[in-house]
């Protein structure tokens, strides 16, 4: 659709169904799901929105985002997802510090809630399709049969790493209409229809832990308190004792208390013996890693090898790799060059120019075959 924001035409890319098409549009009380609501009504037969109440630490949201489906003319509904978000996506953040892997708890809730039980929910109401304000695109590609999840327009803000676990289903049932937009015209034709969100700040932390302590979160959370252990350097030399292995990230240097006359990094983390492992700049380096709960996209599955872009971590800029299959379940991914501070836990992401080619679950890093991981313990 086109429509004019500051005197600009502008096009926004809203896949229309039918008229008789209904759409459930997940409303955070931000600008962008807020815009992304408009944007729906105006395109399709029937719209809604619907808060997915998730913490307490989001109460607010549903009162925002009900006040913008108001203004909208729409229907609003608040889901409570509580239960499901505390086991699918809380318990596993925890349970993946606890065994010395950093997870990614945005992946799993997409996965998991946003666009699993928001997406069976809309379903059970009658709706054809959810949408969200996430800046990504989806379109169907004809000759392979398969629904492509590419790059948003406007590079600063693409979504497509978070995205990237999505399987075909769901992008079947999913609209994203600022793909094709940037955020200052986001906040632009937001202003411009009166809507409150316009100027609201964007969340860029974990949603469930507002004070960022996730080392106190999973204590009260978990009711464990993990032991202390063997800070050691690569050679199994002891340096010291550190106070629990989820205080520790892979290229960590604040905070370890440990003093050897340079700096020096956490370059593993034992969790099976208690222990982390502490070295220079170099340690932090490898060319390999492997990856497991696999998600293809652009293709059905991998034959051989592929020349790929990869993204290690959300902010990581993308680098030259080649991809090959390990094993029936695992994925390896080899780069040009070598990378700094690959992590277990986290998602790799693999690009093919703008589309998403495939996306895993970071499980071992460096060595080769059953050769022991460089980086993490799998």
Do not use: W
Not at 26 to 41: C, E, H, N, Q, W
Not at 248 to 276: E, F, M
Not at 301 to 314: D, F, H, N, P
């Amino acid at each position: 659709m086109q429509y004019k924001s500051n005197g600009i035409l502008c096009q926004s890319k809203v896949t229309v169904i039918n008229m008789q098409s209904s759409t459930l549009i997940a409303m955070s009380g931000g600008v962008d799901s807020a815009v992304a609501a408009y944007l729906i009504k105006t395109s399709v037969g029937s719209a809604a929105g619907a808060t997915m109440k998730l913490s307490d630490a989001g109460a607010n949201e549903a009162v925002s985002a009900a006040e913008t489906a108001r203004r909208l003319g729409i229907e609003h509904y608040v889901f409570d997802f509580s239960a499901e978000f505390s086991r699918e996506v809380v318990d596993r953040f925890c349970s993946t510090y606890l065994n010395g892997a950093t997870p990614n708890p945005c992946i799993y809730c997409n996965r998991k809630i946003k666009f699993g039980r928001f997406l069976e929910r809309a379903l059970e109401l009658g709706y054809d399709k959810v949408a969200t304000g996430h800046y990504a695109q989806i379109e169907y590609d004809r000759e392979s049969g398969r629904y492509i999840l590419l790059r948003a327009l406007d590079r600063a803000k693409d979504q497509t790493y978070v995205l990237s676990v999505l399987n075909q289903y769901q992008l079947s049932k999913t609209l994203l209409p600022l793909g094709s937009m940037t955020k200052p015209q986001v906040r632009a034709l937001a202003a411009e229809l009166g809507l409150g969100a316009a100027e609201r700040p964007e969340s860029q932390d974990i949603c469930f832990i507002p004070d960022h302590d996730h080392a106190r979160f999973i204590r009260e959370h978990t009711g464990k308190i993990p032991p202390r252990g063997k800070f050691i350097d690569t050679d199994g030399n002891v340096l010291g004792e550190h106070s629990g292995i989820i205080n520790y990230t892979i290229g960590q240097r604040k905070g370890l208390g440990v003093s050897v006359g340079r700096p020096i990094y956490v370059c593993r983390i034992d969790a099976a013996d208690n222990r982390v492992v502490l070295g220079g700049e170099d340690c932090l380096y490898e060319k390999r890693l492997y990856a497991n709960e696999l998600n293809f996209v652009a293709l059905g599955s991998l034959a051989g090898s592929m020349r790929v872009t990869a993204k290690i971590r959300y902010s990581h800029k993308e680098v030259p790799a080649v991809i090959t299959m390990a094993s029936e379940h695992e994925l390896c991914v080899e780069f040009d060059s070598p990378q700094r501070a690959i992590t277990c836990g986290q998602t790799v992401v693999l690009y093919s120019d703008d589309a998403v080619v495939a996306s895993g679950t970071i499980c071992r890093v460096g060595g080769g075959g059953d050769a022991p991981a460089g980086g993490c313990q799998g």
